[in-house]
Nanobody, 120 residues
Framework: EVQLVESGGGLVQAGGSLRLSCAAS????????IGWFRQAPGKEREGVSC????????YYADSVKGRFTISSDNAKNTVYLQMNSLKPEDTAVYYC?????????????WGPGTQVTVSS
């Protein structure tokens, strides 16, 4: 069974940091690009960041450049999103997405999401 499980969300004050993890199982991790989407009430779903497990190519949305860093540990089948200098507008449910071709292309698998709340 294909599974993506997010962890690391929570409540943090503005300016603080969180690290999200996406643990993958049930498919060949090295063949996929793994990304993060976020969805806030009343706002458009946004592709935040993505990494290719094979070559390490990364993508960042303009809204998070310089603050967020994505990385992967292929031995653990896990992708991390380090989030620094968090702002209230970063508040959203964050979803891990696995794509077997390239970043934000096929959207083959989704995790259940983890809540990130940033207080003023």
């Amino acid at each position: 069974e294909v599974q993506l499980v997010e962890s690391g969300g929570g409540l943090v004050q503005a300016g603080g940091s969180l690290r999200l993890s996406c643990a993958a199982s049930g498919f060949t991790f090295d063949d996929y690009a793994i990304g993060w989407f976020r969805q806030a009430p009343g706002k458009e779903r946004e592709g935040v960041s993505c990494i290719s497990s094979s070559d390490g190519m990364t993508y960042y949305a303009d809204s998070v450049k310089g603050r967020f860093t994505i990385s992967s540990d292929n031995a653990k089948n896990t992708v991390y999103l380090q989030m620094n200098s968090l702002k209230p507008e970063d508040t959203a449910v964050y979803y891990c997405v696995a794509d077997r071709s390239s970043c934000f292309n096929r959207f083959d698998h989704w995790g259940p999401g983890t809540q990130v709340t940033v207080s003023s």
